[in-house]
Each structure stands twice: as structure tokens, then as C-alpha cells.
């Protein structure tokens, strides 16, 4: 049996995970898992089903690097078109913003 490279004290079994992208739940994939600390591994092959899935529901790439920008005395950063679209966002929607331990969480209410 494979150890965990992980814990090095758990084997490896065959399983099922559940995989979500940005809070929307992809499927459940083939993993081995750690019997011991519960770490999951996915092949290489299960890795491009995960990034197709996430391709089809339009979740891949929304990530983006953005610039913070200044307006008078505030911070500006700027919502990129390809985001806008996915939350379906709309000029003049109002937003929950608040500061979290390295994040900045931006709600829609
Ligand atoms: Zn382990």
C-alpha cells in the first residue's frame, strides 16, 4: 500500500472527492486519500477532468490580478468585465465590502 507523503503515517485508498471552484461545486472526482490525515491526491488525468468541468461552467481564469488605483481619498480597484458578467453585476448594484485576514470580501446583497 502507498503511504501518505503528507502525515507519512497514513496509506492511500481509493475514493471519491468533491471538488468546487470559487463556491460552485464541479462534481466528485477520483482521489486517493489519506487514511490518516484525510489529504486527497488527484491524477494528472483527473486534473484536466476537473479543469474541463470548471472550463464548461465558465469558472476557469476568473481569477485576475488587478492594480488598486486612487479616487480622491479612496482606493479604487477595478471588477474585471469576465467577473462582472459571471455574478451578473450591473452598474449601480450595491455591495457589501469588509476586510477579512489577507482578503478583501466583496458581497453582493
Ligand atoms: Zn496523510
Partial sequence: MKKCPICNR???????????????VLGRFKAEICTKCGESFVSSETMKEIEEKAKKKGLWGLAEKVKVVKSGN??????PAKIAKFL???M???????????KLTVELV
Avoid at 74 to 79: A, E, G, K, Q
Fill in 92 to 102: 449601480g448594484a450595491e455591495l457589501l465590502i469588509y476586510p477579512e485576514k489577507k
Fill in 74 to 79: 479612496s482606493l479604487v480597484i477595478r471588477i
Fill in 10 to 24: 497514513g496509506n492511500l485508498k481509493e475514493g471519491k472527492i468533491e471538488e468546487e471552484m470559487f463556491g460552485v
Fill in 88 to 90: 451578473k453585476l450591473r
